[in-house]
């Protein structure tokens, strides 16, 4: 159980406070409602280079890191297609010091050439390394455009391609910067040994006075129900051929994700799940292999991607993957398989409560959700979820055009 109180400042950032007396550090978290699918199509990349730009900073603090570890504090940051979130954990009697770091770059960047060009070197490095020059790196550069046609999710987090980094110029930072970067466009989240009644006071001296407002956002172009097979071939100095097949499925938030949550931990949860069961240890097709949906707050993608073992021929992975795929939509999953993937959940659910971050985080992104109380109840909806609705989702999803193959084939010749 999370406890926690809240409160809007007049410049509509919301706050939420967890109280826990038990350990002298307080973790500060702040959401960002900005993703990669909020960019420009031709300008990507930007949510994520800011990630790197907001630690170059402020305009009232030259240097963000220094003064935070001088408190005994650290920090960290992360971007996805949804949310940018930065928190930190410091002692809580030097909860000011994180106030008063992350409201000055709230209120401005200090923009500057030099830090746009340090920043944009890192990011055209990490895009180089982890995308382009490493084994299987590009996947999702090429599977994201196979199975978006409209919608933002077509690009990746680190963007479509290195000259959208590139060529971004001061102008471009700038308003990115003053478009979504706003207290009425994040949530900040306070977990540990503090007082809501003294936390609000704080936050109301320290952001109170940002008062600058995000413009009103304009609608994310739905993505088509998908009514065609799509596939893609590519050869690549791999070691081993891999499949990837990307299937649409619901958003985070609608009450349908559940129930297809719990059918991917059926299929690939552990290596007592289904397919790491049949198809690596029984049928030794696989080396790896595994089911996962891309939990997106719009309409997501359901994964099945696997890595071939040497010598085994495509179209009889295939078939294998498709013989399970067509088990779980056609028979209803057992009691006890059932139990045990729901336990797996509130196991992962209790240890990601065990430390301050882990509970600002969830309670932060279930305030974006809608409701902060998730936090605590969202359990009891996957507890709820029954045999009969996995198979449903399971039949509703895995149907062959809906589905986007991806075959990442390795042009090795031994």
Same mark, same amino acid.
């Given at each position: 159980m999370? +406890?926690?109180?809240?409160?809007?400042?007049?410049?509509?950032?919301?706050?939420?406070?967890?109280?826990?007396?038990?350990?002298?550090?307080?973790?500060?978290?702040?959401l960002?409602r900005?993703?990669?699918?909020?960019?420009?199509?031709? #300008?990507?990349g930007?949510?994520?280079?800011?990630?790197?730009?907001m630690?170059?900073? =402020?305009?009232?603090?030259? %240097?963000?890191d220094?003064p935070l570890?001088?408190?005994?504090?650290?920090? +960290?940051?992360f971007?996805?297609?949804d949310?940018?979130?930065?928190?930190?954990t410091?002692p809580?009697n030097?909860?000011?010091?994180?106030f008063?770091?992350?409201?000055?770059?709230?209120? =401005?960047?200090?923009?500057? %050439? #030099?830090?746009?060009?340090?920043?944009?070197?890192?990011?055209v490095?990490?895009?180089?390394q982890?995308?382009?020059?490493?084994p299987?790196g590009d996947?999702?550069?090429l599977?994201r455009?196979?199975?978006?046609?409209?919608?933002?999710?077509?690009?990746?987090?680190?963007?479509?391609?290195?000259?959208?980094i590139? +060529?971004?110029?001061?102008?471009?930072?700038?308003?990115?910067?003053?478009? *979504?970067? =706003?207290?009425?466009?994040a949530?900040?989240?306070?977990?540990?040994?503090?007082k809501a009644?003294e936390v609000f006071?704080?936050?109301?001296k320290?952001?109170g006075?940002?008062k600058?407002i995000a413009?009103?956002?304009?609608? *994310?172009?739905?993505?088509?129900?998908q009514?065609?097979y799509?596939?893609?071939t590519?050869?690549?100095?791999?070691p081993?051929?891999?499949?990837?097949?990307? *299937?649409?499925?619901?958003?985070r938030l609608d009450k349908?994700f559940?129930?297809?949550?719990?059918?991917?931990?059926?299929?690939?949860?552990?290596?007592?799940?289904?397919? *790491?069961?049949?198809?690596v240890?029984?049928?030794?097709?696989?080396?790896?292999?595994?089911?996962?949906s891309?939990?997106?707050?719009?309409?997501?993608?359901?994964?099945?991607?696997g890595?071939?073992?040497k010598?085994?021929?495509?179209?009889?992975a295939?078939?294998?993957?498709?013989?399970?795929?067509?088990?779980?939509?056609?028979?209803?999953?057992? #009691?006890?398989?059932?139990?045990k993937?729901?336990?797996?959940?509130?196991?992962?659910?209790?240890?990601?409560e065990?430390?301050?971050a882990?509970?600002a985080?969830?309670?932060?992104?279930?305030?974006?959700?809608?409701?902060?109380?998730?936090?605590n109840?969202?359990?009891?909806?996957?507890?709820a979820?029954?045999?009969?609705?996995? #198979?449903?989702?399971?039949?509703?999803i895995?149907?062959k055009?809906?589905?986007?193959t991806?075959?990442?084939?390795? +042009?090795?010749k031994?």
């Amino acid at each position: 159980m999370i +406890n926690y109180s809240s409160k809007t400042l007049s410049n509509g950032l919301k706050v939420l406070v967890h109280e826990d007396p038990s350990t002298p550090l307080v973790t500060v978290n702040i959401l960002y409602r900005v993703g990669a699918r909020d960019e420009n199509p031709d #300008k990507t990349g930007f949510a994520h280079l800011f990630e790197h730009l907001m630690f170059g900073g =402020s305009v009232n603090i030259p %240097e963000y890191d220094s003064p935070l570890q001088l408190a005994g504090g650290d920090n +960290n940051a992360f971007t996805n297609n949804d949310i940018t979130n930065y928190y930190l954990t410091l002692p809580a009697n030097n909860i000011e010091t994180g106030f008063w770091l992350e409201s000055d770059r709230m209120l =401005s960047l200090a923009f500057s %050439e #030099k830090s746009l060009e340090v920043q944009r070197n890192v990011v055209v490095e990490e895009f180089k390394q982890r995308y382009l020059n490493q084994p299987y790196g590009d996947v999702w550069l090429l599977l994201r455009p196979l199975a978006y046609r409209v919608h933002p999710y077509q690009w990746a987090t680190i963007g479509k391609e290195i000259e959208h980094i590139t +060529n971004a110029t001061l102008d471009d930072v700038r308003e990115f910067f003053f478009r *979504y970067y =706003s207290p009425d466009n994040a949530i900040m989240t306070i977990a540990g040994g503090v007082k809501a009644e003294e936390v609000f006071p704080l936050a109301e001296k320290w952001f109170g006075e940002i008062k600058r407002i995000a413009p009103v956002r304009i609608p *994310y172009p739905k993505e088509p129900e998908q009514t065609e097979y799509r596939e893609l071939t590519v050869e690549r100095d791999i070691p081993y051929s891999s499949i990837y097949r990307a *299937y649409h499925m619901c958003s985070r938030l609608d009450k349908k994700f559940y129930a297809v949550d719990l059918l991917s931990d059926i299929l690939s949860r552990g290596k007592s799940s289904r397919l *790491y069961n049949t198809l690596v240890k029984e049928k030794k097709l696989f080396s790896d292999i595994n089911a996962y949906s891309t939990s997106d707050f719009d309409p997501g993608l359901m994964v099945v991607e696997g890595k071939l073992v040497k010598g085994v021929e495509m179209a009889d992975a295939e078939r294998a993957i498709d013989a399970e795929l067509n088990k779980i939509c056609e028979e209803l999953v057992e #009691k006890d398989e059932l139990e045990k993937v729901k336990n797996k959940v509130e196991s992962t659910m209790e240890f990601s409560e065990m430390d301050l971050a882990g509970r600002a985080l969830n309670l932060a992104i279930a305030e974006y959700m809608g409701d902060a109380n998730l936090v605590n109840t969202e359990l009891a909806l996957y507890r709820a979820v029954t045999a009969e609705e996995i #198979k449903a989702s399971a039949r509703e999803i895995f149907r062959k055009e809906n589905c986007s193959t991806l075959y990442y084939l390795s +042009n090795r010749k031994n």
